[in-house]
C-alpha cells in the first residue's frame, strides 16, 4: 500500500495541471483579500449608523469556494487524467486490485485537501486579521484571533471533503469536464442557485451544500438550519456517498 500511495502521490505531483490549480487557489485568495480591503475602506468611509448594518466580513465565504473548486479539481485529475491519457490500463496491470489502487488515490487525496485546505485557509484568516486590524463586530467576526481558530479549522475539513468527493466524482464520471463541470456546479453555482428560492427553501437547501457546511460545524453565527452533529452528518454523508458511487462505477466498469 505504502508503494502504491507513494507511486500515486509521484503522478499528482508531476502533472502540471495540479500547480495550475494549486495557482488558482493563491490567485483566489489574493481576490479575496482585495475584496476584503475595498470592503474595510468603504466601512471606513460609512457613518457610525451604517457601520452598524455592515454584513461580516468573514474570507471564507468569497475565498474558500473557490479554493474548493480548485483543490477538488486536483481530487478529481487523481483518476481522470489516466483514463484521458489511457494510462489507466497500465496502472491497473501493475495493480489488478481495484479497490487498493482506489485506496491509495483517496490516501493522497487526503494529503492534497489537508495540507491546500490548511494553508489557504490559514492565508484567508491572515489576510483578514490584516485588513480588519482591531474593527469591532459586525464587520469584524473574530475580534479576537482565537475566535478564528475553529473557522480555520472547518473549512480545512471541508476542503478535503471536497477534494475527496471530487475523486469519487472522477471515478464516477471517468471525465475531466464531467468531473470538473459537476465540482463547480456544485460549491460555486448551487449557493448562488440558492438566492433565487423562496426564503424557507433557500435555507433548507443552502443548510447543506458544502461551502456553507464550514460555519455550522464551527458553530459561528449564521443563517442556517443545521446543528454542529448535523452538519457533521452531512459532511460524511458527503464523502460516503461520493467515494461509494466512485467505487462501485471503478470495480465494475470496463477501463
Known sequence: MRDMVAAEWLKVRTLRSTWAFLGG?????????????????????????????????????????????????????????????????????????????????????????????????????ADARLL?????????????WTDAVPTVLCATVIVLVTCLVAMGLGALVRSTAAALTTLGGLVLVAPIFAHFLPTEWHLRFASVLLPNLTPQLAGSNHPYLLSQAGAAAVTAGYVLLALLAGAISFRRRDA
Open 25 to 125: 487557489g493563491v490567485v483566489a485568495t489574493a481576490l479575496g483579500a482585495m475584496i476584503l480591503f475595498f470592503l474595510v475602506q468603504a466601512y471606513d468611509a460609512a457613518t457610525p449608523a451604517d457601520r452598524a448594518h455592515y454584513e461580516t466580513a468573514d474570507p471564507t465565504v468569497v475565498t474558500m469556494p473557490f479554493v474548493m473548486f480548485f483543490v477538488g479539481a486536483i481530487g478529481a485529475m487523481l483518476i481522470t487524467s489516466e483514463f484521458t491519457t489511457r494510462s489507466i490500463g497500465p496502472t491497473l496491470l501493475a495493480v489488478p486490485q481495484r479497490g487498493l489502487l482506489l485506496g491509495a488515490k483517496a490516501t493522497v487525496a487526503r494529503l492534497v485537501g489537508l495540507g491546500s485546505g490548511a494553508l489557504f485557509a490559514l492565508l484567508a484568516f
Open 132 to 144: 480588519l486590524g482591531d474593527r469591532p463586530q459586525p464587520i469584524n467576526p473574530w475580534p479576537m
